[in-house]
C-alpha cells in the first residue's frame, strides 16, 4: 500500500476545494455547461442518460480496506447503494447529485482517494498489474512505478488539455494481466541482458473505433529516464495529435499516420533534450517513493497446511480454489480473486453491504488490502493458505465466491444502454443472459478459459475487440443488433477479435455464443486446447460455418 | 477583456496591428506571425517594443532568432480545450530561454491560471471581468506541485527528500 503524505494530503484537498468552488459557479450560473463540462470531466463527472455518473480512481488496482468502505460510504450516502467496477480499475456511481459532489470528494480524500482526471482529454488513472508486488517470478514491484507516474501526471500543467485521453498501464510480468498492449502507452518492466531494470515502452494501442495494438517505441528505457521519455512522448502528442477530428484524435492514430520509425525519431530528439532535466528520477527519489509502500509481515507458513487438507474433501471448495485461488510468491499464502460476476448479475457491480463486508474481511485475511483487476474482479492480495477455507464460506455468504474466474460467465460489460449516453445497445442485459446459459459450473469448466467482452458501442468501453469472444451493440434501423468477434485476446499475445459474420439481433446473442462454443467443443483437439487457441489454429471458418448454417 | 500582467490587472499596453494597418512610429505593436515574419528585421529593429502573436500550430523554433528583441509572444488558445501553447509557452521559456512577456490569449479562463503560471505565461487576456478579478485566489489555491517545470516550483519529490535530509541530519 503507498501511503499519503502531508504533501498527497494538502494536494488533494487543495483540489477538493477549488471543485466545491467550480461547483458553485456552475450552480450559481457563473460558469456555462460547456465551460463547466470540461472542468467536471477532469474530474470525473459525466452526464449520463439518468443522472451525472461519477467516476473515482483506484490508482494501480490497490485499496486498503479503509478506502473500500469510503467508497461503500459514498454508495450508500450520495447514490444508491451499489457501485460498479470498471475495465480501467475505476469504480463508478451512476446516480449522483451535482450539489452532493464535493462533500463525496472530500470524504473520499479522507482517505486519499480521488476522481482526478478519471475523464477528460488528460492522463487517466496509472493502471498496473492487479497481482503487482505479490506474483511469482515478478521483476519488481510495478506500482512504485506507477504512483511516480501518478504524481507526474496529476494537474500536469502542460498535458492536461492533450488531443485526447491518454491512458498508461505498467505490468512487471511475463503474463500481462494488465492489458498493456491497448493501452496508449504501455510499460513492461523488464532486466536487460546487464540485470539492469527497465521499461519496454509500447506506444499507440488501444480499442474504440480504430483499434490497434501497441507497438514497441524503445526496448529499454531506465527507470531513471521513464519520466522524461514520457514526457517526449507526451509533448510530441500534444503537439501533433490530430485536434480537428475527435474520432482520430488518439496518440494511436498520430503513431499510425506517421509510422512508428518516424514517431519514435520525434520522441527520441525531444527526449535527448530534456533527458537529465530534472525529470531524472535519482534512486533516493525511487527510494523515497518505495520506502512509502508498506507490504505485510508475512509469516513462515507450511505449503500444504492441514486446514487446507481437510477442505479438499468438500468439493464445492475445492471447485471455488482450483478456480479462483492463485499461487503467491510467498510459501504458504496464496492470491484470492473475488467474483463480481454471480450468476444472473451485473458485471463488476457490488453493493454497499458487500463492499462493507470485503473490506472487513480483508481486515481478517489480507492484512487490510485488496485489489480491483481490469477483469471487473476485486481480489485478495495476501491470504494465508490456511485461511482460504474460512474465507472461502465468508464469501460465498456474500456472493462474491462463484467460482467462474476466467471462465465463460466472468463477462466483462459496459454498462452499455442502461446507463450510457453514448450506448446504442444494451450489454449488462446480454451478459446477464450469458450467465444464466452457462450457469452450470461443470459445464463452464468444461469449457474452459474463455473470456467474453461485451460493449454498447464502438467507443469499446467493454473491450469487445480483445475478448476470445467479442460482442459488440450496434444500433441498425432503429434496432439493437450486435456484430461478434472471436480470436480477440488482451494478453502479451494481444490480437484482435474477428468477425465471424453479419449482426445478429439481441434476441439470438445469446443463442449464437452457445453455438461457437458448441463448435469448440467438438472441434478442439484435446479437452486443454484452449477456446482461444483452438480459433487460431482453425481460423474463424468453422465457427462461421456453425452460426449462421441455420440462420 | 481585461489583462492581468504579473498579477495585476493593466491597461494594454500594446496595440494589436491588423496585416494592412500602418505602423505607428512609436507605441508598442503586437503583430501576426505572417506579418512579423515577412519584415521580421525591419520590425525587430524598431525603437518601440514589438510582439507577436504565434499560431500554436506553428513551431516555436522558427521565432528563435528573434527572441531577445522581441518584448512579448501572445500564443492563442482558440478554445481552453486545444492545449498546444501550453507546450509551446514551455518551449519558449525553458528550451530558449525567452524572457520577455509571455501572453496566453484566446478562451483564457480562470481554471488554466495555475497551469499557465507554471508553463511560463506571465501574462493573459482573460475573457471574464470575474476570472480576472479571481486571479490571486485561484493563483493561490494550489501550494504543492508534482511535476517539475521550469517555472523553479520546488516539487513534492525534492520536498520529500529534503525532509528526509533534514531529519536524518537532526537524528
Ligand atoms: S462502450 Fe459505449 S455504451 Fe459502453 S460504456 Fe462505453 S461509451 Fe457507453
Known sequence: MYAYDEIDRTLINERVSEFRDQVKRRLSGELSEDEFKMIRLMNGVYLQLHAYMFRVAIPYGTLSSAQLRKLAHVARKYDRGYGHFTTRQNIQFNWIKLADLPDALADLAEVGIHAMQTSGNCTRNITADQWAGVAPGEVEDPRIWAELLRQYSTLHPEFSFLPRKFKFAITASAHDRAAIKVHDIGLRLHRNDKGETGFEVLVGGGLGRTPFIGKTIREFVPGRDLLSYVEAILRVYNQYGRRDNIYKARIKILVHELGIEKFAEEVETEWLQIRDSTLALDAAVVEDIRSRFSYPAYEKLAPMPDELKQAAADPQFEAWRTNSVAPHKVQGYAIVTLSLKPIGGAPGDATAAQMDAVADLADKYSFGEIRVGHEQNLAFPHVAKRDLPALWRALDKIGVATPNVNLVTDIIACPGLDYCSLANARSIPIAQELTRRFANHDTANLIGRLHVNISGCINACGHHHVGNIGILGVEKNGEEVYQITIGGRADENAELGKLIGPAVPYAEVADVVEDIVEAYLALRERPDELFIDAVKRLGVEPFRERVYATR | ?171
Open chain 2, 1 to 171: 477583456m481585461p489583462l492581468v500582467n504579473k498579477g495585476q490587472i493593466v491597461s494594454d499596453g500594446f496595440v494589436h496591428l491588423a496585416d494592412d494597418a500602418k505602423l505607428p512610429s512609436d507605441g508598442a505593436v503586437l503583430v501576426s506571425a505572417t506579418r512579423f515574419l515577412a519584415n521580421a528585421e525591419s520590425l525587430s529593429a524598431r525603437n518601440s517594443p514589438v510582439g507577436v502573436i504565434w499560431p500554436n500550430n506553428r513551431s516555436v523554433d522558427e521565432l528563435a532568432p528573434w527572441l531577445d528583441r522581441l518584448a512579448a509572444v501572445a500564443l492563442v488558445f482558440p478554445t481552453f480545450r486545444d492545449g498546444r501553447a501550453h507546450s509551446q509557452a514551455r518551449l519558449l521559456r525553458e528550451r530558449h530561454h525567452y524572457r520577455g512577456e509571455l501572453r496566453a490569449t484566446g478562451q483564457v479562463l480562470r481554471d488554466q491560471f495555475t497551469f499557465l503560471l507554471r508553463n511560463g505565461f506571465d501574462s493573459f487576456e482573460v475573457k471574464k471581468d470575474s476570472d480576472a478579478h479571481a486571479f490571486a485566489e485561484a493563483t493561490q489555491r494550489y501550494t504543492e506541485f508534482y511535476q517539475p517545470t521550469g517555472d523553479g516550483r520546488q516539487t513534492a519529490l525534492e520536498r520529500r527528500l529534503r525532509q528526509r535530509h533534514s531529519e536524518s541530519a537532526n537524528s
